[in-house]
């Protein structure tokens, strides 16, 4: 069984930045890949980025450039560097892993970009 908790949401200006972390409950390094996904309001959950075990990264076309996904293995934690924030970021943002052929999700922490 895998947990996942997120940490670092919370509401922040257009133009701004935040750091999202997920910690896992244990060693991270067969988990593949990792990712973040998020949910808007009547919106449907969408991938935002996701990391594998040798560090190769897919990010959807909307945040390219504009976030960026880590894992540190020796902390068990995978990040999401989040910059220039737009309103249509604004969401539940969800840390997701895979282990073999199980999916586990965090609880989700809250987004809001706004002036």
């Known amino acids: 069984q895998v947990q996942l908790v997120e940490s670092g949401g919370g509401l922040v200006q257009p133009g701004g930045s935040l750091r999202l972390s997920c910690a896992a409950s244990?060693?991270?390094?067969?988990?593949?890949?990792m990712g973040w996904y998020r949910q808007a309001p009547g919106k449907q959950r969408e991938l935002v980025a996701i990391?594998?075990?040798?560090?190769?990264?897919k990010y959807a076309d909307s945040v390219k450039g504009r976030f960026t996904i880590s894992r540190d293995d020796a902390k068990n934690t995978v990040s999401l560097q989040m910059s220039s924030l737009k309103p249509e970021d604004t969401a539940v943002y969800y840390c997701n892993a895979a282990l073999l052929l199980r999916i586990y999700w965090g609880q989700g922490t809250q987004v809001t970009v706004s002036s």
């Open positions: 244990g060693s991270i390094s067969n988990l593949n890949p």
């Open positions: 990391i594998t075990t040798g560090d190769s990264t």
